[in-house]
């Protein structure tokens, strides 16, 4: 008979994904960033951060799975974790579309535990949904500067999650650069320039990773003179089961926003 799985999570979103899959009593370690659902994450131990992983806290804890991935934990971290752990999970969503493949991935890491199939076809089935619900709808092009950072200020290349999460309301983020599977390209560091606000219809803060508030917004505004709104990260940003919830928040955002 197989031995129950050890998991420890290094992925905030996929945390949440393993708990919504019924694994709440397999998950064994975390990040701090996993914070949802807070009720059933309170009581797992954490592990450090997702760049800042502390690894003896790790092998105490005798994983049999730890869960990684690749734009969110650094590679020297998994290399050494491939070195005492029996299965290091390698998780790489680029779109919305792909979170059906990463439920399915998870279903079959630990399909021993019961119930996990049908949890992951469900979720596959809300997600399927959403995304013809939101893509049914009709959304103006816009080119939106999606900032993640301040001093300096960091933005999104197009071909990140987010990119292509915003796409799907029809909003292009600008500058328009690519940055490639990894690295920092990927979240390329921008200046406030009359020739890349010209390009631009509104600014979007998320709320994530930094904390982004009214204050910002307003100051910003009124420094560049185009429409500054904040929008939730996590909802844009966290793949796995949030991403159905982040389908019709995105809908609902920019029907509201009436850019």
């Known amino acids: 008979m197989q031995d129950a799985p050890r ?37 797992i131990p954490k592990v450090g951060g997702t760049k800042d992983v502390n690894l003896e806290k790790i092998r105490r804890l005798a994983p049999t799975h730890v869960i990684v991935n690749v734009d969110e934990n650094r590679l020297p971290d998994v290399e050494a974790l491939r070195e005492c752990v029996p299965h290091v999970v390698v998780t790489h969503p680029q779109a919305p579309q792909d979170n059906e493949a990463l439920f399915r991935q998870m279903a079959a890491q630990f399909e021993s535990v019961p119930g996990v199939q049908e949890r992951a076809q469900t979720l596959c089935k809300q997600l399927d949904d959403a995304l013809a619900a939101l893509t049914a709808q009709r959304f103006a092009p816009r080119r939106v500067l999606y900032l993640i950072w301040q001093d300096p200020w960091m933005s999104v290349a197009r071909d990140t999650y987010i990119s292509r999460t915003l796409a799907l309301v029809n909003w292009h983020t600008m500058p328009d650069v690519y940055g490639g599977e990894q690295g920092a390209a990927r979240y390329p560091t921008i200046k406030f320039s009359e020739a890349l606000m010209a390009d631009v219809d509104a600014v979007l803060l998320s709320s ?52």
């Open 7 to 43: 998991i420890v999570s290094l992925v905030p979103s996929i945390t949440e994904l393993l708990i919504d899959l019924g694994l709440r009593e397999h998950v064994v370690g975390r990040t701090g960033f996993c914070i949802h659902p807070a009720d059933a994450v309170r009581d």
């Open 208 to 259: 994530e990773p930094y904390r982004f508030g009214e204050n910002h917004a307003d100051a910003l505004e009124r420094q560049i003179g185009k429409p500054v709104l904040l929008i939730d990260g996590e909802m844009t940003s966290w793949y796995g089961s949030r991403a159905i919830a982040g389908l019709d928040y995105l809908g609902r955002f920019a029907r509201d926003a009436a850019l």
